[in-house]
C-alpha cells in the first residue's frame, strides 16, 4: 500500500496533472485509514491482555507500571531537570548571548 502511495506520488511529480493528485490523495487517505485501524487493533489487544492479567498472575501489569516509573526510556538515560536549573541554565544562556551581541556591536561601532 505505501509502495503504491510512493509511485503515485513521484508520478504526480513529473506529471502534475489533476487526476494523479487525486489518485494520489486517495491513497494517502486509505494508508491513513489502514494505519488507524492497525494501531486501533493493536491498542485493543494490548489493553485486553492487561486487563487479563489484572484478573490472574499481574506479571505483565506490573512489568507496564514498572516502566512508566523508569527514568531510563527506550535505553536514552533521562535526567529531569529540575526547574530552579533549567530557570539558572536559560538565564545564564541570555546572558551569554546578550554580552556577545553588546560586544560584537561596539566591535562594528569602531
Known amino acids: 500500500m505505501i509502495e503504491n502511495k510512493k509511485k503515485a506520488y513521484l508520478q504526480y511529480l513529473t506529471t502534475r496533472s489533476e487526476t494523479n493528485k487525486l489518485e494520489y490523495k486517495r491513497l494517502v487517505a486509505n494508508v491513513t485509514r489502514e494505519t488507524r485501524k492497525i494501531k486501533r487493533q493493536?491498542?485493543?489487544t494490548?489493553?485486553?491482555r492487561i486487563e487479563h492479567d489484572l484478573h490472574g498472575r499481574?506479571?505483565?501489569a506490573y512489568k507496564i507500571i514498572g516502566n512508566l516509573?523508569?527514568?531510563e526510556k527506550d535505553n536514552l538515560r533521562l535526567h529531569p531537570t529540575v526547574e530552579h536549573t533549567s530557570l539558572d541554565y536559560c538565564q545564564k544562556l541570555w546572558t551569554?548571548?546578550?554580552n556577545d551581541n553588546t560586544t560584537e556591536g561596539k566591535r562594528a561601532k569602531l
Open 42 to 44: 493493536f491498542w485493543e
Open 46 to 48: 494490548f489493553v485486553s
Open 58 to 60: 499481574q506479571i505483565n
Open 69 to 71: 516509573n523508569r527514568t
Open 96 to 98: 551569554k548571548q546578550f
